[in-house]
């Protein structure tokens, strides 16, 4: 009888409160909170890669089995609860079979582990696998939640990284539900060196040193080239079906800011508000946004609703339009004005002449620090002074 | 000579528990439950096409009319209305098919799927812990890109990643390829190879089996996750032909088996 009544307490025990959470990746255990609030009739998650959040789609809980859903990614996690145990594998779908990868979580929060100011800073990073090698930018900090970092590439960064450091030695993960990064290293001597880990087993080294503020990365104005003789031209269909174009009477004389974006991709939802805090700053000044959306599947039925979400979503309040679909070289041909494009998101700053201006390949989120600030502050300035230019 | 310094370094035969690891397990769960449901499977390919600059229809019986094309890198999708573009490495609806382009510019393939055909799940030898080795990966003095087959029937520049060595019949070396993701930072370092039990009970074109990358700098080469190629669940995807040299001569008793009756 008391057994009884153990095991119903112990089965009734309430799945909310925080979880230390691991993906166990071949090379290491990428580290990740997990969050469950408790609502009226259902519980409701977030997995947290320190302060930065993602909400779950749903939870679902059947006898000691646990699903995690990750609806935007067509990814779960299901887990065998054991009181205050899961147990289980994160698992998602691709056109080559399914990624399984261990998972596990306990009951409880992460320690909270700062790294020295030997760790923390700009370093300019070098990858290298099989002999080639590409330039990275790690900026690493200390926040309330431990230690925290960003990695930036040509075309933008990855995301937010927490983790834990200690003495010499780090780990950091960024885990979205989609994306599973991990970055492993140790100082020796004045060189950082370490492996970054994607998916449970790919592996690149890295060296890293100091930012000596020589550039080393491509600027992101240079990346992606555009014709300028003539005014760019743009015409697709808004969500409601109408279209718009870019010799509509209401972007004449008005400087525009072209966002091509996509819904799948995590840096454009963290440029979007960016976007929307500039246009309810200038619109009534003569600034137009738009933003040009390239899908999955460049199927109306499907990407509209996707599009609508991430409008809702984030209170965006200019048009957004059905460009295509999201293969670089697809979303690149309808834009033929554009040479080199390579980054969702790019902006396209037009002036007043509706003739491109400038070019902005990529975004550096809010986990770039002072990176995401000087983006900020130089699209500012770009609309400014073409605001200031007189309408032809 | 370098082979026999190599074989100073060779993989280890891991101490394993007899019995399948839980994640070996779910794995192949995954894997059986993916191959008969999936929309993009392998066995509810129903057919394939090269797409090239000329418009050629296509087949598949459910999507009359419409056709495809690549003009620059980019293939299109003409029919009644206005032209599609479709994009690469990501499933589309078609007419009342599943579509899926797949293939760098100049080699593209275009799949139609309808739904799985009914099959046995995969069949699997029994797990054996002898059979999963540990060791360094020694990177090749020149790493050259060379273009393969994938296990997915897809033609890739793979990078020459080196070789593992192992204590398996006497040494063996065996050639490993980094084979891309197209679409994303995510890569593999794949073996195909051929064993003694090649045609006498694994697939006859040999299989691929991936290493797998230890927290302390070495490598897991663990021969029960051997796989076939998708060639082995339907006829309509190529099959890769067998990495020069990577053949061992003592049978793989361990990882996915093939009865061709199936």
């Given at each position: 009888m008391i057994g009884a009544l153990l095991a119903i307490a112990v089965t009734a025990a309430p799945l909310s409160g925080s979880w230390r959470a691991v993906l166990d990746l071949a090379g290491g255990e990428l580290r990740f909170t997990l969050n469950v609030t408790a609502g009226t009739d259902a519980y409701a998650g977030r997995i947290c890669n320190g302060r930065v959040c993602t909400a779950l789609s749903g939870i679902r809980i059947r006898g000691d089995s646990v699903a995690l859903e990750m609806a935007d990614y067509a990814a779960t996690i299901i887990g065998i609860r054991r009181g205050d145990s899961l147990v289980g594998v994160y698992h998602n779908v691709g056109n080559r079979g399914p990624r399984t990868i261990p998972f596990r979580a306990a009951r409880g929060r992460w320690p909270v582990q700062r790294a020295t100011a030997a760790l923390t800073g700009s370093w300019?990073?070098?990858?290298?696998?099989?002999?080639?090698?590409?330039?990275?930018?790690?900026?690493?900090?200390?926040?309330?939640?431990?230690?925290?970092?960003?990695?930036?590439?040509?075309?933008?960064?990855?995301?937010?990284?927490?983790?834990?450091?200690?003495?010499?030695?780090?780990?950091?993960?960024?885990?979205?539900?989609?994306?599973?990064?991990?970055?492993?290293?140790?100082?020796?001597?004045?060189?950082?060196?370490?492996?970054?880990?994607?998916?449970?087993?790919?592996?690149?080294?890295?060296?890293?040193?100091?930012?000596?503020?020589?550039?080393?990365?491509?600027?992101?104005?240079?990346?992606?080239?555009?014709?300028?003789?003539?005014?760019?031209?743009?015409?697709?269909?808004?969500?409601?079906?109408?279209?718009?174009?870019?010799?509509?009477?209401?972007?004449?004389?008005?400087?525009?800011l072209l966002d091509i974006f996509g819904t799948w991709c995590p840096t454009c939802h963290e440029a979007a508000p960016v976007l929307v805090d500039l246009?309810?700053?200038?619109?009534?000044?003569?600034?137009?946004?738009?933003g040009l959306a390239y899908e999955v599947t460049g199927d109306t039925a499907v990407d509209a609703p996707l599009v609508r979400r991430f409008r809702d979503g984030l209170g965006v309040p200019y048009p957004l339009l059905l460009a295509g679909t999201s293969d670089v070289q697809a979303a690149a041909a309808t834009l033929p004005q554009l040479h080199g494009f390579t980054a969702f998101p790019t902006s396209v700053f037009l002036g007043r002449d509706g003739r491109v201006r400038l070019v902005y390949a990529g975004s550096l989120g809010p986990a770039t620090g002072v990176k995401h600030g000087q983006q900020v502050a130089q699209f500012r300035a770009e609309i400014e002074r073409l605001l200031a230019e007189p309408a032809p | 000579?370098?082979?026999?310094?190599?074989?100073?370094?060779?993989?280890?035969?891991?101490?394993?528990?007899?019995?399948?690891?839980?994640?070996?397990?779910?794995?192949?769960?995954?894997?059986?439950?993916?191959?008969?449901?999936?929309?993009?499977?392998?066995?509810?390919?129903?057919?394939?096409?090269?797409?090239?600059?000329?418009?050629?229809?296509?087949?598949?019986?459910?999507?009359?009319?419409?056709?495809?094309?690549?003009?620059?890198?980019?293939?299109?999708?003409?029919?009644?209305?206005?032209?599609?573009?479709?994009?690469?490495?990501?499933?589309?609806?078609?007419g009342s098919r599943m579509a899926l382009v797949s293939g760098p510019p100049g080699r593209t393939r275009l799949w139609l799927f309808g739904s799985p055909a009914p099959a046995p799940p995969p069949d699997y030898y029994p797990y054996d812990p002898a059979l999963v080795f540990s060791g360094p990966l020694m990177p090749a003095a020149a790493p050259a890109t060379e273009r393969v087959l994938t296990a997915e029937g897809e033609e890739v520049d793979a990078t020459d990643a080196g070789r593992v060595m192992m204590g398996l019949g006497g040494t063996t070396s065996l050639r490993v390829l980094r084979i891309p993701d197209p679409a994303g930072e995510e890569s593999s370092l794949e073996i195909y190879f051929r064993d003694g039990t090649t045609g006498a009970g694994s697939y006859p074109a040999g299989r691929f089996v991936a290493l797998e990358p230890l927290a302390d700098g070495r490598y897991r080469l663990d021969f029960n996750r051997a796989r076939n190629p998708f060639c082995a669940y339907n006829a309509n995807y190529p099959c890769p032909a067998p990495w020069r040299g990577n053949t061992i001569a003592a049978p793989v008793r361990a990882g996915e088996r093939y009865a061709s009756h199936r």
């Open positions: 300019d990073a070098t990858y290298v696998t099989d002999g080639r090698s590409s330039a990275r930018v790690f900026m690493f900090a200390n926040d309330a939640t431990g230690f925290t970092g960003a990695v930036v590439s040509n075309t933008g960064d990855y995301g937010h990284f927490w983790g834990r450091a200690a003495a010499d030695s780090f780990a950091l993960g960024h885990f979205d539900g989609s994306f599973i990064y991990l970055l492993t290293g140790r100082l020796d001597g004045d060189t950082l060196r370490g492996v970054f880990h994607a998916g449970l087993r790919t592996e690149t080294p890295f060296t890293a040193v100091r930012t000596t503020g020589r550039p080393h990365l491509r600027n992101p104005t240079d990346m992606t080239a555009a014709d300028t003789s003539t005014p760019f031209r743009f015409s697709f269909r808004d969500l409601s079906g109408q279209l718009v174009s870019n010799s509509d009477a209401r972007f004449r004389g008005k400087v525009v246009y309810r700053r200038y619109h009534g000044r003569g600034l137009e946004v738009v | 000579m370098r082979l026999t310094l190599g074989a100073v370094l060779a993989l280890a035969a891991a101490p394993c528990a007899a019995q399948a690891p839980a994640n070996l397990t779910t794995e192949r769960s995954a894997f059986a439950d993916w191959l008969a449901h999936a929309p993009v499977s392998p066995r509810a390919a129903v057919g394939v096409m090269l797409v090239g600059p000329q418009r050629a229809p296509i087949d598949g019986g459910t999507t009359a009319g419409q056709r495809v094309v690549e003009r620059g890198s980019v293939v299109w999708l003409e029919g009644d209305g206005p032209s599609r573009a479709l994009p690469r490495d990501r499933p589309v609806r078609v």
